[in-house]
């Protein structure tokens, strides 16, 4: 019998709703934030009094005491599971917050909310979808009601979860599905191993590689003009609030063509190959070498900390979640391996000294002569480092993607 696996996809389309149902998510949005903040503020007082945290069962009875609370009648209008939600997400971010090894966009400690970042809320499986008539899509969400939305393509599976979130002016809904799926044969296409860099995206041991996504820098130098331009603005007034929507506008806008290129860079490797090999390097990792280690001190370290900036805005570890659930779908695995010495050992016959690396770019080995690109070179020699890794004890295997990868949503 063939074993299933279960694929999730999401699927996002712009709502259409009327005056009434606006002000609903509007309200509903409010309340959602309403109670991230008040029990993040209680979470911030116990850290404060040396008390431990309080779990996720126990803000819950505080989301009942508050719901009938007389000070806050409106939170009890509100449908409880998005609250519930709510502080699902605040449970797990402080709990992530704590964890060693978290990548440290992850571990940073939740922020309160503001409304001008656009609200968000979440519904579990209670919603669904139908098409009317007359050709609207509509989504049924709980104590708001039929919905229309702009459909482009149809949602296939199981509703698992519905996201909505409000951008400018526009509210979305983000529909998050699952079905089973009978487990792909085999892939039957080449392994191949991976460097991850900086001024190249991805080398692949092949010798081919991608660029980095040039929008990104143009995009963020934009995004530097316009904060700067907003902290010269009078807070709070008109000409402030317009170039904050337009900051906002130009984030989302970079985080989208962001997650493209990474989605379409993870499509064509998983396409291609069978078994991919990468480095087992968190972000934080990268980050700390720059600063250097007794074995090689860190030179321009200034320099490289203007790459480590980029180095974050790579998105490394969403494009290794993307890249596993793509594999996986296909047949194929993730394999993680040990970051050792991939830069200074030569990938032809072995020998490993700091004196083959020359430079950023170039890798000649002092002893056969071997030259290559360095990432070319570091790429062949973490497929060799996963040789023995799949042979000794069957490897890592690939990781269940992160929720934030199976999402495909921007960050
Ligand atoms: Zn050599």
Same mark, same amino acid.
């Given at each position: 019998m063939m074993l299933g696996m279960i694929q999730r996809r999401a699927f996002r389309f712009r709502l259409e709703p009327d005056g009434a149902q606006r002000q609903k998510l509007a309200r509903f949005g409010g309340a959602a934030r309403w109670v991230w903040n008040r029990a993040l503020a209680e979470q911030k007082r116990r850290l404060e009094a040396g008390e431990r945290t309080a779990g996720y069962a126990e803000m819950c009875r505080s989301l009942t005491e508050w719901r009938h609370s007389p000070e806050t009648p409106w939170l009890a209008e509100v449908h409880v599971n998005p609250l519930q939600q709510t502080l699902k997400d605040l449970d797990r971010a402080v709990r992530d917050s704590f964890r060693p090894g978290t990548d440290p966009a992850r571990k940073r400690f939740p922020r309160f909310r503001k409304k001008s970042a656009g609200d968000h809320f979440r519904y579990p499986a209670s919603v669904k979808t139908r098409v009317r008539p007359d050709g609207w899509a509509e989504v049924w969400l709980p104590k708001v009601g039929w919905v229309r939305y702009r459909s482009s393509r149809p949602i296939e599976g199981r509703i698992a979860q519905a996201t909505l979130s409000e951008e400018g002016e526009q509210w979305f809904v983000s529909i998050q599905t699952e079905r089973e799926v009978p487990e792909p044969a085999a892939s039957e296409q080449p392994p191949v191993g991976i460097d991850l860099g900086v001024v190249r995206f991805a080398t692949l041991s092949d010798g081919s590689y991608f660029e980095p996504l040039a929008p990104f820098k143009r995009g963020a130098r934009q995004l530097a003009r316009a904060q700067r331009r907003l902290s010269r603005k009078h807070k709070g007034s008109k000409n402030w609030r317009k170039q904050q929507r337009r900051v906002a506008r130009l984030r989302r806008a970079e985080g989208r063509a962001r997650l493209d290129f990474l989605h379409k860079t993870s499509t064509t490797i998983a396409k291609n190959h069978g078994v991919v090999v990468l480095e087992d390097l968190s972000v934080g990792q990268m980050s700390r070498s720059a600063r250097g280690t007794p074995q090689e001190p860190g030179k321009n370290v200034r320099q490289k900390a203007g790459l480590n900036r980029s180095i974050l805005d790579q998105g490394w570890g969403m494009f290794r979640a993307l890249l596993a659930y793509k594999l996986a779908e296909r047949g194929g695995r993730l394999v993680l391996v040990e970051a050792a010495y991939t830069s200074q050992r030569c990938s032809e016959c072995g020998h490993t000294c700091?004196?083959?690396? *020359? +430079?950023?770019a170039l890798f000649c080995c002092a002893q056969c002569g071997y030259s290559a690109h360095a990432d070319h070179n570091a790429a062949r020699n973490i497929l060799e480092a996963a040789g023995h890794a799949v042979q000794a004890c069957?490897? *890592? +295997?690939?990781?269940?993607?992160d929720e934030a990868g199976t999402r495909g949503e921007a960050a």
């Open positions: 700091p004196e083959n690396r *020359k +430079g950023q069957g490897g *890592k +295997g690939h990781r269940p993607p």
